[in-house]
């Protein structure tokens, strides 16, 4: 097959097939991990000719015009084939096999004097950088230089190369490069947008520094704000469409990347923006004017509403009347308007809600969009994508070719995704549209055709069920009640659990599971009184936009929202779940002892190693959405899902074993510590098959499964009554081994150890009688406050203020000698806010300390105060004086 390839005699449809062949064994990991690996001769020998193809490109003049359409000018099929072989035989060898071939075969490139020889190197630099990600990040320095220095290159190609690279650099190793070569990469491509007599140049250099700062945070970015800016507004003047086009795109990740600190430079560039806009009407200058809807619409973001206000509102008319005026099919303007509107709604909030009249219809019509398929058999050799359309993507499936034209596609996952933030960002205010929505967006869980519109549906699921709750119950719904709830949770449940059924994609088995415990929470119990303090935000992005989305994050032993009627899921629905997650582990499991196969085959090597841990890092998100939502369930149903934990057991008892992985450790143990704080005395019946299990993890290696095992072990204490007692000594020694260690206090191992303190403190309060107390309890004392685990701080300390109000004596020890420390708690405490004990708890803590300055005597008083630091003393005579 090499030979074949390397035959310049033959046709180059031959030697690409040959190509293809040996490029397929490399990638053909499940089969033959590692096998090509172990061919270091026939690696070397294939990036040879891969590079040599590269060389096989024109200086056609039409590249130097700088027009769109000749963007490829000069490139060959041999050239295309050999950049698209470079990008895949890294991803599947990886950087450890490719980066020594690199080294040892591009130096001479670059040192050739053929200006294709410099263009070929850096094209294989960009080329191989995803795939040899890690392995030139330790290698920075030399591949930096390597490029910067072809900056200079007197060859204009050679410098848009040495810029493409660059930007691909900036997206594959930041924010590493961004971080430490920021200082040498921005003046470069600041002075590369000068090269006026190269307009594709400086074009590309606009573009790389979108990739740039993308990665980039503001610090890194605002003292390069002035130089950068000023040149992109030179540029935008400028008289090419592809430079203007570059200057837009980079303003606009500029904006985003550096947030407020471009309201700055925001009245010196929406003039420019807004012109653009509104004059940019030829057909020839679609592309300008949607490039300078999503600058504007980024920029809006960046510097706030109160900023953009008054030019929102003239934006919004230009584009309603853009819309108004009916666009072509083919028009890239559309899907720019989708996601510039959803920028505007993020940035403007509830001031958008008269707008969404105009947004919705046609944001609905790209959502329902039908996939454009066509289907001719295998053998057929007309090939399905000879028209001109370059967006028609191929594959074949048995005797069928089927093409897809993915412009389509890409519409419509654009479309999903700002259903999904718009339904985020209005909450209430987007119930109106719930109707249309939800049936444009539930058939689309199970889009094949696309992995973004299924995200996309799946993350809007939650959002259109909490949009309508919270409508309903801030009667704003249109005369709609929780009937409404229950029809919506009942269309909307039962899709996400029969998607899951079906998901190929172990990413998005997660997200639905993350979802569909969202909703499960909302759910939960019927309609929320109007507190809605349990309701709190994560972050999720989508491309180049991050929005918040509202989120039910689980609060250990507290039910999702305060509710007043009963759960909206029933029996058959739970029970459908529990089938589903069974399917979910045994779907899991199997995947996993798949891949420990692999690990057997005689080719096996350290990269495969590093692919598998990656898989089994994703199946883990898996396991903990599992985790989750069974907690959820605990939470909902308490001792009525028990028939069900019962069901599921000979599933979550094999994850307690030592031959598991830590992640899934934790997360079996989470589902026991959740039955034993929910279920309480019916949780007693289990406390004999996992008890031993719970104390051995106490003292787990790791720091995440002991603190699951010593919350539980907290739990146990609490509510396991006489059925505990016999373990108590055993579990003081294990709690002693962790409060004790030399590392106890170590940032990983924090949590676990106020986890300890915190069950320590349950077997002090329930079972006293089972202890030395007169040892044990001023032990305790000694480990306060706690500080990492703020859930249990707040448990703690109140513990504390309790025991101090009813004059514990064991706590206050022999003449009051623990006084001093108690004290020095309070003093702590207080000094902390709010984080570390509840508003109530804080003020019983002052009470208390206002009561001994009234009754201790004075010598005791001042032995006491003087036991704090000078700071201490000063904050807590404030506090008291108040």
Known sequence: MLQIAEADTLEEATRHLAIEFVITLAEARERAPGMMRKLPQFISRLFAILMRMLLDIEDEASWHTAESEDEDAGETGNYSVGQECL????????????????????PAYLAAPEWQKHHAALIALAQIAEGCGKVMTKNLEQVVAMVLNSFQDPHPRV?????????????????????????????????????????????????????????????????YLDGIVSKLLVLLQNG????????????????????????????AVIPYLKAILVNATDKSNRMLRAKSMECISLVGMAVGKDKFRDDAKQVMEVLMALQGSGMEADDPTTSYMLQAWARLCKCLGQDFLPYM?????????????????????????????????????????????????????????????????YADELKEGFFPWIDQVAPTLVPLLKFYFHDEVRKAAVSAMPELLLSAKLAIEKGQAQGRNETYIKQLSDYIVPALVDALHKEPDTEICANILDALNECLQLCGDGIAKPDLGALRGSPKCFTLLTWDRACLLRVRGVSPIGMISGPLLDENQVRSIVEEIKQVITASSSRKRERAERTKAEDFDDEEKELIKEENEQEEEVFDQVGEILGTLIKTFKASFLPFFDELSSYLTPMWAKDKTPEERRIAICIFDDVAEQCREAALKYYDTFLPFL???????????????????????????????????????????????????QAENVMAYDNAVSALGKICQFHRDSIDAAQVIPAWLNCLPIKGDLIE??????????????????????????????????????????????????????????????????????????????????????????
């Open 87 to 106: 990008d895949r035989l890294a991803i599947s060898l990886g950087g450890n096999t490719i980066v020594p071939v690199a080294s040892e075969q591009l």
């Open 159 to 223: 410098r848009w190369a040495a810029i493409n690279a660059i930007g691909q650099l900036s997206t594959d190793l930041g924010p590493d490069l961004q971080v430490q070569y920021h200082q040498r990469v921005l003046p470069a491509l600041a002075a590369a947008m000068d090269d006026y007599q190269n307009p594709r140049v400086q074009a590309h250099a606009a573009s790389a520094l979108l990739n740039f700062s993308e990665n980039c945070t503001p610090d890194i970015l605002t003292p």
């Open 240 to 267: 090419k469409q592809m430079v203007q086009e570059g200057a837009l795109t980079a303003l606009a990740s500029v904006a985003d990347s550096s947030q407020e600190h471009f309201q700055k430079y925001y009245d």
């Open 357 to 421: 009249s105009v947004v919705m219809p046609p944001l609905l019509h790209s959502a329902q969009l039908k996939p454009d398929v066509t289907i001719t058999s295998a053998d057929d050799n007309s090939d399905i994508d000879d028209s001109d359309d370059e967006s028609i993507e191929t594959i074949t499936l048995g005797d069928k070719r089927i093409g897809i034209k993915t412009s389509v596609l890409e519409e419509k996952a654009t479309a999903c995704n700002m259903l999904c933030c």
């Open 695 to 745: 104390l051995e993890a106490c003292n787990d290696d790791n720091p995440d499964v002991r603190q699951a095992a010593l919350y539980g072990l907290g739990v146990c204490s609490e509510f396991g009554g006489i059925v505990i007692k016999p373990l108590v000594g055993e579990a003081l020694s294990r709690l002693n081994a962790v409060i004790q260690h030399p590392n106890a206090l």
């Open 793 to 882: 701080a707040k448990v703690v300390h109140d513990q504390l203020c309790s025991m101090v109000e009813r004059s514990d004596r064991e706590l206050l020890g022999l003449n009051n000698q623990c006084l001093p420390k108690i004290v020095a708690v309070f003093a702590e405490v207080l000094c902390a806010g709010k984080d570390l004990a509840t508003e109530q708890t804080v003020s019983r803590m002052i009470n208390l300390l206002k009561q001994l300055q009234q009754t201790l005597p004075p010598a005791t008083l001042a032995s006491t105060w003087s036991s704090l630091q000078p700071q201490q003393q000063l904050a807590l005579q404030s506090i008291l004086s108040s």
